[in-house]
């Protein structure tokens, strides 16, 4: 895969763990900010997007999957359940909620089980390659 954008970064912070990703990337939503979470993925990264499981691959894809939750103004909620690491990957298992407006006005509510696959890059943080938010139950 090629390498990132740019480091992933909110608040001039990065992800120093691939839990970190998981938490920076709730509050990229909850701060509506879509540069923010798509920075948080590799450039070439494939996302599988809540609610239709519709899949979005490489940055531009995912900043119109990620803006169109964020147009929702979601309050949203990530916490990691699951990891497996080893020589810069990792396998994390998530589970999220996330409330928000859909264009209608109407309270919206989404909850899931989430799979990431992240990668530690050169400069040391880490990015997310593969992100299944709407793992079956």
Do not use: C
Not at 35 to 40: C, G, I, S
């Amino acid at each position: 895969m090629e390498g990132p954008l740019r480091p992933a970064t909110l608040g001039g912070m990065v992800a120093e763990s691939p839990e970190q990703l998981h938490h920076l990337l709730a509050a990229a939503f909850n701060a509506g900010d879509a540069d923010a979470a798509v920075a948080l993925y590799e450039r070439d990264a494939r996302l599988i997007a809540p609610p239709d499981r519709r899949e979005a691959r490489g940055a531009a894809e995912i900043r119109a999957a990620v803006t169109e939750t964020i147009a929702m103004r979601p309050t949203a909620e990530l916490r990691v359940v699951g990891k497996v690491q080893q020589d810069g990957i990792a396998l994390t298992h998530g589970r999220w909620s996330m409330q928000g407006t859909d264009a209608a006005g109407e309270r919206v509510s989404l909850s899931g089980r989430g799979t990431m696959v992240s990668r530690r890059q050169p400069e040391g943080h880490w990015l997310i390659a593969l992100d299944d938010a709407m793992v079956p139950e």
